[in-house]
Each structure stands twice: as structure tokens, then as C-alpha cells.
């Protein structure tokens, strides 16, 4: 059974920075594309990130790209999303996902946790 929890969400200031941690369980990392995303209160749940685990290559949208950066460590079985700059909309929940068909498509995400609240004030 896949299992995917994150962890590391909090509180920050404008400017601070946060990493979010997800570790997988039941799944190996580097057969699936591993995305990062966020829902804001009464907003879609959208993709900021994702990396494909076999070769290490990601992807961010404008919204954070140069402020966050995904990363893996393979051998804990672990996504991170390290968040610098933060902003306050940046506030949201944040969810990791794992699947294994387009990875531009929140359809083909399979896997999902349960998501880790990251709140940022002025």
C-alpha cells in the first residue's frame, strides 16, 4: 500500500523560509513522477513543482520558481520542497503526489498525502 505523509508545515514570517519533507512508503521513488502541490481556501488545488525521480529533473511554475526548490534523497525514500522567500500567498495547504503517467496533469497523480499547512504573515 502507497503511503505518502508530509510534514514540516508551520507558521512564518514574510521573507522566512520552510521545508516540507514527504516520505513514501510501499513505492519506489524513482519509478514515478513526484509532484508538490497547494490549496488555497476556496481556490483549486494547483501544481507548483514537480521533479521526475529517475533522472532528477523538475519543474516549477512562475508562481515559485528561483523561491523554491524540489529535491529527493532516494535512499529515505524522501521529496522535499524547500521555500525561500515566502510570501503570504504563498499561504495554503500543501500537498505531495506521486504518479506515474503525465506529470503535467493533476489526473495522473495516483498517490497523495494528506497534506501540511503553511501559513505566511506580513
Known amino acids: 500500500q502507497v503511503q505518502l505523509v508530509e510534514s514540516g508545515g508551520g507558521s512564518v514570517q514574510s521573507g522566512g523560509s520552510l521545508r516540507l519533507s514527504c516520505t513514501a512508503s510501499g513505492v519506489t521513488l524513482s519509478a514515478l513522477s513526484m509532484g508538490w502541490f497547494r490549496q488555497a481556501p476556496g481556490k483549486e488545488r494547483t501544481r507548483i513543482g514537480n521533479i521526475i525521480t529517475r533522472d532528477g529533473s523538475t519543474y516549477y511554475t512562475d508562481a515559485v520558481k528561483g523561491r523554491f526548490t524540489i529535491s529527493q534523497d532516494n535512499a529515505r525514500h524522501t521529496l522535499y520542497l524547500q521555500m525561500n522567500s515566502l510570501k503570504r500567498e504563498d499561504t495554503a495547504m500543501y500537498y505531495c503526489?506521486?504518479?506515474?503517467?503525465?506529470?503535467?496533469?493533476?489526473?495522473?497523480?495516483?498517490?497523495w498525502g494528506q497534506g501540511t499547512q503553511v501559513t505566511v504573515s506580513s
Open positions: 503526489a506521486a504518479g506515474a503517467g503525465d506529470c503535467s496533469k493533476i489526473q495522473s497523480y495516483d498517490y
